[in-house]
């Protein structure tokens, strides 16, 4: 097996994935090109993609163009090089932006890589990720959202806060992993729920509360491990009469529905487990997958097939080594962050696209290489237009000039990031310290904490128990958190949720809540172990020296059904 040069650790390279290189190919005339063997181990691979990407960690910036402030995903303080151009999102699809005139011819006496990188200083960024949002401009790495704010990674939702990985949901705050769902509130990781609260691991339930591992249950509430039951509380059926006055008993007040969550991480902790979270799918390994086939090593995952090493897709086809993949990619290669494209490799948000390698922020685009913030553009190099034939005889030359620099099959280099390892997704997939993150050739940024200085303040400890106790001038008061200090706002259509749900006001900063959502997913990561019933090997998140009761499939379902 090949040493990773990045790592040194072994690591193997199977059958489907040489079978995989062969079938992406990229022509140019006569001549066809396949991404070489990989000489970086799959989590090396990983962490060098997502190391480039970033899903929160705002700073404040100014427009190029207008010279107004905004925020922006990138600081005005580089880590390299001079500062990125930023513009407002609205310029930057206006009329005022042509990334052509920062068209250059290809020089034959440098490496792709650092000629790349100048490009990217150049051409204009874009101050956030987004796709055709709508009044959505403090959100990232989301597409065809509507009036959502402080969410990522999200496509096709409306009037959704503080989260990851929305999909075509609704009225959810405080949420991550979410699909399909309606009035849902600090829940984690469910497919097709409608007005549940804290629910975690959980597919087709409607007001369920304080719960986990739930299959198609409707008022259950402090219970786990149920399919298909209707008012149960801690696992115990009630009437309906028995039922609504246990929830009526803490429903509303910050303090008992706090003590509730409490019991609830009690009970996930005590629970059975199933090995992985993987549901309605058909041989597939990782974790957080549902509705798939044959994805393996693959993580949050829906409606997807013949994937490999992929982190976050929605109907993904044929992509191996690829992250935040959307609607429809197919074909894709060490790919990060897309949105319908076909046949791609190397390349960090391209949308709408195909054959494209080695680009960057490009939308409707075909065959283009090395090319950065293009919309509607075909056959250019370096933002540079050629015909199809002078294209096709350019491109095998430069693909020629890598592979003899040893450059031909690499990702974008860490130390050309425009983030931090720290402020990136990588530090969330793959935690490291500076010092460790700067040993392996990862940037690093000190990261400060301005804390905003605001007049009127209220600490979170003194919020009324109850929302009906809060005033309106609540929202004229900036929230200190009663784990950090760090103030926040709650958002007029925030409180109205609120009021709407009969919930208390949160009592930590939006990023404290956040993380700890975050604190509930194993790591992205499979070591073999036994169920520890039948003693089936499975190959789980969980590692085997975990306390966690863990069983196979079908001892799973035999304990639940």
Known sequence: MPSCQKCQAEFQ????????????????????????????????????????????????NKCAITGKDLISLYATEPLWGKPYTVYAEDIWVGDDLDPMKYGREFNFSCSFFEQFAELLKDVP?????????????????????????????????????YGKLFQDCSDCIDCSYIYNCELCYESFFLQRCYHCLYLLHSQNCQDCHFSTNLNACKNCCLCSNLHQKEYHFRNEPLSKEEYEAKVKEFMGSHEKMNKMREELMEIYETQVHKYSNIANSKNCTGDHIENSKNCFDCYDMT?????????????????????????????????????????????????????????????HCNDCFGCSGLTRKKFCIFNKQYSEDEYNELVPKIIEHMQANNEWGKFFLPEYAPFGYNESVAQEYVPLTKEEAKEKGYLWRELKDDIPKVEKTIP?????????????????WAITSQKSGRPYQILKPELAFYRGQNLPLPRLHPDERYSRRLELRNPRKLWDRKCDKCEKEVSSTYHPSRSEKIYCEQCYLTEIY
């Not at 070489?36 to 480039?52: A, F, G, L, N, Q």
């Not at 790919?335 to 080695?358: D, K, W």
Request: aromatic content about 14%; hydrophobic content about 25%.
């Open 13 to 60: 390279i199977h059958d489907d994935e040489h079978a995989f290189l062969k079938k992406i190919t990229f022509k140019f005339g006569d001549k066809s090109y396949n991404p070489p063997e990989p000489i970086y181990c799959p989590e090396c691979r990983m962490v060098i993609r997502t190391c480039h990407r970033k899903e929160w960690n705002f700073h404040k």
């Open 125 to 161: 960024r874009r101050s956030m990720c987004t796709v055709d949002n709508q009044n959505s401009e403090f959100t990232t790495g989301a597409g065809y959202c509507k009036n959502c704010y402080l969410i990522n990674s999200s496509e096709n939702c409306e009037d959704c806060y």
């Open 303 to 363: 409606e997807s097939e013949d994937c490999k090493y992929v982190q976050v897709g929605f109907q993904v086809k044929d992509n191996y080594d690829c992250s935040n993949m959307y609607i429809k990619p197919e074909l894709c290669y060490e790919v990060l962050g897309t949105i319908e494209v076909f046949n791609c490799a190397y390349s960090i948000f391209v949308f709408n696209s195909q054959n494209m390698l080695y680009c960057d922020y490009c939308y």
């Open 460 to 476: 979170a400890d003194q919020l009324p128990d109850r929302v009906e106790d809060i005033p309106d001038d609540v929202l004229n």
